[in-house]
């Protein structure tokens, strides 16, 4: 059997919140190690997993209920979108991917790449067609992820106060 079948794609519950922020704080350090200044400055924390929890946007991805990875996949519109430097490629519905983090035992086994497919699955099964993500200039491990998988680059969006690139994929 291989790894694909036994992967999950399920929304997180409140008594995941430790084991979600152990996996943030991995990835938190992991940029830090990396020289970049994203997620250094107390975001995303405790809080916004609580609060993605809240809203129905926090998800997991896990293997025989082992989580894997965690992203905020957000059916609704992201207001610093609006605002692009560029264009993006659609105007219409979209889901937005924010605080993706990967645990460090799955590090390097393409689980990223899984959770973004299993996304794209996600967005076909409620008809949305288009995704939307950012991320910061120098987080070279995304910006592999977009391109293998197909984004395309819009331009740029702010959040609290600093540029970052954005993407889009249209789905069919």
């Known amino acids: ?5 036994k992967l ?11 084991e979600i922020w152990n996996i943030l704080q991995d ?5 830090r190690l990396d020289g970049s200044t994203q997620w250094q400055d107390g975001y995303p924390n ?3 997993i609580e609060n993605d929890i809240k809203n129905g946007y926090a998800y997991v991805l896990t293997e025989n ?5 965690y992203a905020a996949i957000i059916f609704d519109k992201e207001p610093a979108y609006d605002d692009i430097e560029g264009k993006w490629l ?16 799955a590090k390097g086994k393409g689980i ?5 497919e299993s996304i794209e699955g996600l967005c076909l099964e409620n008809n949305v067609y288009s995704i939307k993500v950012d991320t910061n200039f120098d987080n070279i491990p995304m910006l592999k992820i977009l391109d293998r998988l197909k984004y395309t680059y819009c331009g740029e969006v702010y959040f609290r ?3 970052r690139k954005a993407y889009e994929k249209q789905l069919f």
């Open 27 to 31: 990835a938190i350090e992991q940029r």
């Open 112 to 116: 990223a790449t899984k959770l973004f």
């Open 46 to 48: 405790e809080v916004s």
């Open 161 to 163: 106060g600093s540029a």
């Open 65 to 69: 209920e082992s989580i894997l990875c």
């Open 8 to 18: 999950s794609l399920r929304k997180a519950n409140l008594s995941e919140i430790p």
């Open 1 to 5: 059997m291989n790894t694909a079948e």
């Open 90 to 105: 659609t105007n219409g519905d979209y889901v937005v991917i924010h605080r993706v983090a990967v645990s460090k035992l």
